[in-house]
């Protein structure tokens, strides 16, 4: 990000978006065209899909456990789009056969999903959902926020007709830019739109242009993000999607026995917890005061809970450049003191 700004048309510059927009290819595993980077954090990636996707009066059926289900209801109904919530309990998953019902029901214009959500440690099942939508001519939206570069997104291969992240997960790159792709389906529902897209800055129909072979100025790039987001995906392809994963994955084995040990429980099932972020039950009395410890005494943050969860769980990331046993080790060491 120190490196000398250039111009967002200089030719220079464009052959690093190129590679950009490759790269994220790789990570979503897609060969999409229109994979880009959105200006802004995870929810202008959340959306940027549902303005292009909806238009006043559709419906759209959401899957709602947790705090980023919420915020995809809100944008839908300040698009003026009717939302079909799809609801279970914060820190549990939706039944995949309770969506496929309602999209059969409401023949919605699109589901959307959370794949990780972070309030609650919960990784959603999303395949079964996707290929159900397919079927019925529903677009499938899917956040992966904290999913991108942790765990496994397909999105060619599960059939997701649009998906978006954010870079300041498992990418291990700072805030600021929000991966998306879009599949053909998406771009035709774009096309055939009745209403101008709600939202002139999230417009993909103009963003595409200057991404595309056209290069048609649209808003400033935000050159330093996207040479960070090179490098950043650069040592995610060159550690490799796979062993990622398994280094998320053992980081995250290491976390819960250490935990277990110590009088930590976790409230999500075994087989659905997500490894990047791990929602933990403290034995503390005054988590809050021992949060703040865990700061002040050892410069370690831990997440408290979000919305229902709050003031009664831990969100314990481990994502990117700190999924590894040495930060495992030192929060246990540091919790040994707290205990």
Not at 3 to 22: N, T
Not at 202 to 210: K, N, P, Q
């Amino acid at each position: 990000m120190a490196e000398p700004l250039l111009g967002h048309l200089d030719p220079a510059f464009l052959a690093i978006l190129d590679r950009v927009q490759g790269r994220l290819r790789q990570a979503f595993r897609t060969v999409h065209p229109l994979t880009l980077p959105i200006s802004g954090t995870g929810s202008a990636g959340m959306e940027a899909c549902l303005v292009n996707l909806l238009e006043p009066g559709d419906a759209a059926v959401i899957g709602v456990n947790g705090a980023f289900g919420e915020r995809m209801c809100a944008m839908v109904e300040r698009i003026g789009a009717r939302p079909v919530r799809v609801e279970a309990p914060w820190g549990e998953t939706i039944p995949p056969e309770r969506v496929v019902v309602a999209l059969e029901r409401h023949r919605p214009r699109l589901v959307g999903l959370v794949h990780a959500e972070t309030s609650t440690g919960v990784a959603q099942p999303v395949v079964e959902i996707a290929a159900a939508a397919r079927a019925l001519g529903v677009l499938s939206v899917v956040d992966c926020v904290t999913s991108l570069g942790g765990m496994e997104v397909k999105v060619d291969e599960w059939g997701i007709d649009a998906a978006y992240s954010g870079t300041q997960k498992c990418l291990s790159c700072p805030p600021g830019l929000a991966p998306l792709t879009f599949a053909p389906a998406a771009l035709e529902r774009l096309a055939s739109r009745k209403t101008p897209v709600s939202s002139w800055y999230l417009d993909l129909s103009l963003i595409g242009r200057y991404f595309g072979t056209e290069r048609v100025y649209h808003h400033t790039a935000p050159i330093s993000m996207i040479f960070a987001l090179e490098a950043a995906l650069g040592e995610v392809l060159e550690e490799g999607l796979e062993a990622r994963f398994a280094r998320h994955l053992a980081a995250h084995r290491a976390l819960v026995a250490g935990l277990e040990a110590l009088g930590f429980r976790f409230p999500v099932a075994v087989e659905h917890r997500l490894p990047m972020l791990n929602a933990v039950i403290p034995p503390f009395p005054d988590e809050k005061l021992a949060r703040k410890e865990l700061l002040d005494r050892f410069g370690i943050e831990v997440g408290g809970g979000l919305g229902p969860l709050a003031g009664r769980i831990w969100r314990i990331g481990l994502m990117g450049t700190n999924a590894t046993l040495d930060v495992v080790d030192r929060l246990l060491a540091a919790l040994r003191t707290l205990v």
